[in-house]
């Protein structure tokens, strides 16, 4: 079973920030946060990951509490490609275990 | 560089058929996991392979089956087709030890009528 809740949906504004929040409670020591999206009817896309610090690259940014028992996806700019199935997911990465996905948060951008 | 590649794109069997379903991993890539996903579900681990055995499994019943070959290209079989196993397949790829995450391919659209 997926180690991770989030909302069913959110809505978001085009040009507006969106914050997915995400809580893993369970977490362990060396697991990392993995954020992917899908698109309709598209394979899964990987957007981020982190561990303990604050991560951000191109496409978005990663906010991870002090305790690690919850984090925040934030996309600074949504556009209307950015609708889409969200997924957070715990996972030790490296060799170990597999990718467990939850339902995700269903985000919509609307203009 | 291409990443995962899935074969076919759309499918059509009848219950009872058996059908195989391929897919080329992203180059530089070693371990494939396949994924089911239902309609309006999120994707559902079915099984992973790592020089060329299998080495994780999902709750899935022995009808699913895998391979992978020495070029780690992979394929799920799947016999005795059910109407229930009509979904999205999705292969996904990475390098053994990395911890930058998969690639998925775009998934094979199967029907079972």
């Known amino acids: 079973d997926a180690k991770t809740t989030q909302p069913p949906s959110m809505d978001c504004a085009e040009g507006r920030a969106a914050n997915l929040p995400c809580n893993h409670s369970?977490?362990?020591?060396?697991?990392?946060v993995y954020w992917y999206r899908q698109i309709h009817s598209q394979g899964p896309q990987y957007i981020i990951h982190g561990l303990k610090n604050n991560e951000t690259n191109e496409m978005a940014s990663l906010i991870i509490t002090e305790d690690r028992k919850s984090s925040t996806l934030i996309l600074p700019h949504a556009t209307l490609r950015d609708t889409a199935v969200y997924y957070c997911i715990v996972w030790y990465g490296g060799s170990q275990g597999n990718l467990i996905f939850g339902k995700g948060t269903k985000l919509s951008v609307k203009p | 560089d291409a990443g995962v590649t899935q074969s076919p794109t759309h499918l059509i069997k009848t219950r009872g058929q058996q059908v195989t379903l391929r897919c080329s991993p992203k180059s530089g890539h070693d371990t494939v996991s396949w994924y089911q996903q239902a309609l309006g579900q999120g994707p559902q681990f079915i099984f992973q392979y790592y020089e060329e055995e299998e080495r994780q499994r999902g709750n899935f019943p022995d009808r699913f089956s895998g391979h992978q070959f020495p070029n780690y290209s992979s394929e799920l079989n799947v016999n005795a087709l059910w109407l229930g196993d009509s979904a999205l397949y999705l292969c996904?790829?990475?390098?053994?030890?990395?911890?930058?995450?998969?690639?998925f391919g775009s998934g094979t659209r199967l029907t079972v009528v």
């Open positions: 369970t977490i362990s020591g060396n697991e990392y």
């Open positions: 996904a790829s990475r390098r053994t030890g990395a911890n930058y995450g998969y690639t």
